[in-house]
């Protein structure tokens, strides 16, 4: 979206949030960011999806099957890694896992794989 045409879709008065929030994010220029500041950008996203949604949420349902009993997700854990081997998980380490609104997540009823955020009750489906 142009500036132009942002400024005349304001002046319409239609969906101005949703414009709004369009405009800013098409205007980042992310390749121009430099490594630390990539890392700051996703880590403010990060916060600001789990202030939205919580972190470690287990009230999920399936979009598409309606269960919401059995789910595989994608999770991030403290690991250990040594030189040359697997990173490997101590067993102390199994209370970490943590997942959040963005993490991949699969329906084991139908398959129906999306980030967690589609299988949360509350969020109003767009
Ligand atoms: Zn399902």
């Given at each position: 979206?142009?500036?132009?045409?942002f400024?005349?879709a304001?002046?319409?008065g239609?969906?101005?949030k949703?414009?709004?929030?369009n405009?800013?994010?098409n205007a980042?220029?992310i390749?121009?960011?430099?490594?630390?500041?990539?890392?700051?950008?996703?880590?403010?996203?990060?916060?600001?999806?789990d202030?939205?949604?919580?972190?470690?949420?287990r009230d999920l349902?399936?979009?598409?099957?309606?269960?919401g009993?059995y789910?595989?997700l994608r999770?991030?854990?403290?690991?250990?890694l040594?030189?040359?081997?697997r990173?490997y998980?101590?067993d102390?380490?199994?209370?970490n896992?943590?997942?959040?609104a963005?993490r991949?997540?699969?329906?084991?009823?139908?398959d129906?794989?999306?980030?967690?955020?589609?299988?949360?009750p509350?969020?109003?489906?767009?």
């Open positions: 979206m142009t500036d132009s045409e400024n005349a304001v002046q319409e239609a969906g101005y949703r414009l709004e929030a405009h800013h994010f980042m220029a390749e121009h960011l430099a490594d630390r500041q990539l890392i700051e950008l996703i880590e403010m996203g990060q916060r600001e999806l202030t939205r949604h919580g972190m470690n949420r349902t399936c979009p598409n099957c309606g269960r009993d789910f595989r999770v991030s854990t403290p690991t250990t040594l030189s040359g081997s990173p998980l101590e102390d380490d199994q209370d896992f943590a997942w959040g963005d991949s997540c699969t329906c084991v009823h139908c129906h794989e999306g980030p967690v955020l589609d299988f949360l509350t969020v109003q489906k767009q």
